[in-house]
């Protein structure tokens, strides 16, 4: 119910200090929205991005921290560039997470306080990701994984350690944090909260200039927002598929393979009984014969199992040697010594004394082998077209590692390549409302790491077919040519002039409405025809009730403003200015016992069990101290922009 509240005061806390596909995840302490603090003057040394108290932050870990903060990122966007991430605030915030690692490490052995190489080895042990089929940990998955992540052992270990180290150090600090009594009372009251009040929307169209801009102003726009215009990595991709029908006629069986096969599985074929009977176990050899007695005079199995305090089983397929060795030879002999339809007699077993009715006894006669050839010829080409299929697919791997080119597979397996349009990280094809056959799917992460001209080959559906493909052709991303972007540019351009209007309108509005003007009639006294203001009359419970996902910005800033304020707030995606002006709050009391009080300290205890952590974070850095090289740091942006 206060999970507007929770929306409001939420702060990006629990920073992941291990990798995350190590899945260790540091708990409750603050993240990349705040920034540095710790800035003591320059560094010395260009090798270096920061030091926290005498720890040097290498120029190579914050590059290799960059890479990867763009993998994980690129599991959300597969198509964001470098150039993309850094704009985003990406290089900062993998800065930060380095500083943050270090500060709790070092804050960590000042203390004497550590994680010990069994430890660690236990969180590495007990991880899921890392365990083979036989659900034990693989040491050969843990390598593959660590390959793939691109770091070594020691610095995975060295992660583990660090969030091992931060529980430690923040699960004190931040547990049971509670909210005092009259603060839930204050948030539960805001819940009635009502607020009146008018939201205008100033659009860029409106005030967008109408005339055709010169070549020297569009070339300028350009070359000011490059980023803007990156077309992201396209690959053309080259693939065939192959199953079973490749092997021709090498699945099917000879004459003397299914012998063998017959020899091999003679008691398979040979004659046999089993029996499906209903049986009662119980502790003494005097209340087995009771029992059977009973049911010998008339009385009903169940009927006298029920009577008993005992339950009836009923069991299926029975075969003596099974039956030997689950319960014993007595009570084997006993069940196959009766007749169908009558009651065994007493027999003994670890679990007891076993008395049991047959209900039915199935009888197999001998088998030939002319009789079960097609059977085995069967089973015997499903296991050929299996072991076969994994051995063609293992010799074409082969041949790709001695060099063999995917058209030289195809045409040895007479297979038809398909080759798709220049294609995007995601499976879409560029520029267009198509996306990659589906058959790409599980090697789209591969093919999008793989460079051109090596063919690789992968299962689909479980081994049942295999796809051979090759990246035929890379083109990276980069900026596009502005003679091939002009419209697009020029309608970019428009847009961004009609957003500095706008502002500068929004502003003339403020004044306005600041010198005692209604909104509507400040909005009026625009040259321009601008939509007519909403007005606003909610609470917040019906705020909180809304059907959006995400309360609209200027909705979110008409609640956070004061009384008798107004305000302006850039629209996302440059669509213009929204002026927001709020003429009045009311507030209703609500008893001391309403159930939303015990909600909101329920719901508000975790943002200050967060906020307990943020400040644990910052005492470390300020006891630590942190002094940052601003040098370093732009010479690995400008590394990673490959602007150097």
């Given at each position: 119910m206060l999970t507007f509240f929770r929306n409001i005061f939420k702060t990006k806390l629990g920073l992941a200090l291990a990798l995350v596909f190590l899945g260790l995840i540091a708990l409750a302490f603050a993240s990349a929205d705040v920034s540095s603090t710790g800035a003591f003057g320059g560094v010395a040394g260009g090798d270096r991005v920061a030091v926290v108290g005498g720890e040097k932050i290498g120029t190579a870990d914050l590059v290799q921290a960059a890479n990867n903060g763009l993998d994980r990122a690129r599991q959300q966007n597969p198509t964001l560039t470098m150039e993309e991430f850094i704009a985003q605030g990406g290089l900062e915030q993998s800065l930060e997470t380095l500083i943050d690692r270090f500060a709790i490490r070092t804050y960590a052995e000042k203390y004497g306080i550590r994680a010990g190489d069994n430890l660690v080895n236990s969180e590495i042990r007990l991880l899921p990701a890392f365990r083979g089929a036989d659900g034990n940990f693989s040491e050969d998955i843990y390598r593959q994984a660590l390959a793939q992540a691109r770091i070594s052992d020691a610095q995975a270990r060295e992660d583990f350690a660090t969030g091992l180290v931060s529980q430690q150090l923040f699960v004190p600090a931040t547990f049971g944090a509670q909210v005092p009594e009259r603060l839930a009372y204050r948030y539960a009251q805001l819940f009635k909260e009502r607020r009146e009040g008018t939201i205008a929307l100033l659009p860029s169209a409106s005030f967008a200039p109408q005339g055709d801009p010169s070549p020297a102003v569009?070339?300028?726009?350009?070359?000011?927002?490059?980023?803007?215009?990156?077309?992201?990595?396209?690959?053309?991709?080259?693939?065939?598929?192959?199953?079973?029908?490749?092997?021709?006629?090498?699945?099917?069986?000879?004459?003397?393979?299914?012998?063998?096969?017959?020899?091999?599985?003679?008691?398979?074929?040979?004659?046999?009984?089993?029996?499906?009977?209903?049986?009662?176990?119980?502790?003494?050899?005097?209340?087995?014969?009771?029992?059977?007695?009973?049911?010998?005079?008339?009385?009903?199995?169940?009927?006298?199992?029920?009577?008993?305090?005992?339950?009836?089983?009923?069991?299926?397929?029975?075969?003596?040697?099974?039956?030997?060795?689950?319960?014993?030879?007595?009570?084997?002999?006993?069940?196959?010594?009766?007749?169908?339809?009558?009651?065994?007699?007493?027999?003994?077993?670890?679990?007891?004394?076993?008395?049991?009715?047959?209900?039915?006894?199935?009888?197999?006669?001998?088998?030939?082998?002319?009789?079960?050839?097609?059977?085995?010829?069967?089973?015997?080409?499903?296991?050929?077209?299996?072991?076969?299929?994994?051995?063609?697919?293992?010799?074409?791997?082969?041949?790709?590692?001695?060099?063999?080119?995917l058209t030289e597979v195809a045409e040895e397996l007479n297979l038809e390549l398909t080759t798709t349009r220049p294609a995007l990280a995601n499976g879409r094809i560029y520029q267009a409302q198509e996306t990659l056959p589906e058959v790409l799917a599980p090697a789209l992460q591969t093919i999008f790491q793989m460079e051109e001209e090596e063919p690789e080959i992968a299962p689909l559906q479980g081994g049942g077919s295999y796809l051979v493909y090759e990246v035929a052709q890379i083109t990276p991303a980069a900026r596009a040519p502005l003679a091939e972007i002009r419209d697009r540019v020029e309608a970019s351009w428009r847009i961004s002039e009609g957003l500095k209007r706008a502002q500068a309108a929004a502003d003339r509005v403020l004044k306005r409405v600041r010198g005692g003007a209604t909104l509507a009639a400040a909005l009026a006294a625009e040259e321009v025809q601008l939509p007519a203001p909403e007005q606003i009359n909610l609470t917040r419970e019906q705020l909180a009730a809304r059907r959006e996902q995400r309360i609209p910005p200027p909705l979110a800033l008409l609640f956070s403003m004061a009384e008798g304020t107004t305000k302006k707030l850039e629209a996302a995606q440059d669509i213009g200015f929204f002026v927001v002006d709020l003429n009045d709050i009311t507030m209703d009391d609500i008893a001391d016992d309403d159930p939303l009080i015990a909600q909101a300290r329920q719901q508000l205890g975790p943002v200050i069990g967060e906020e307990y952590a943020q400040q644990l974070r910052l005492a470390m850095r300020e006891e630590l101290g942190v002094e940052r090289n601003e040098d370093a740091i732009e010479a690995v942006r400008r590394q990673l922009l490959g602007t150097n």
């Open positions: 569009l070339q300028r726009y350009y070359e000011a927002n490059t980023a803007d215009f990156v077309r992201p990595e396209r690959r053309i991709i080259r693939f065939a598929t192959f199953d079973s029908e490749a092997l021709g006629d090498r699945v099917n069986p000879t004459a003397a393979e299914i012998e063998a096969r017959y020899q091999r599985d003679r008691e398979q074929f040979a004659a046999s009984e089993t029996r499906d009977v209903t049986q009662l176990i119980v502790p003494t050899k005097a209340a087995a014969t009771s029992l059977r007695q009973r049911i010998a005079g008339g009385a009903s199995f169940d009927a006298v199992a029920r009577e008993a305090g005992l339950r009836a089983t009923p069991l299926t397929g029975l075969e003596q040697s099974e039956l030997t060795s689950q319960a014993s030879r007595a009570v084997a002999d006993a069940y196959f010594a009766a007749s169908e339809g009558a009651i065994t007699e007493p027999a003994r077993s670890p679990l007891g004394w076993h008395i049991a009715q047959i209900d039915d006894v199935i009888t197999q006669q001998v088998r030939s082998l002319e009789q079960v050839r097609e059977e085995i010829a069967t089973a015997l080409r499903e296991e050929k077209r299996t072991e076969g299929l994994a051995e063609l697919a293992i010799e074409i791997e082969d041949q790709l590692a001695d060099g063999a080119t």
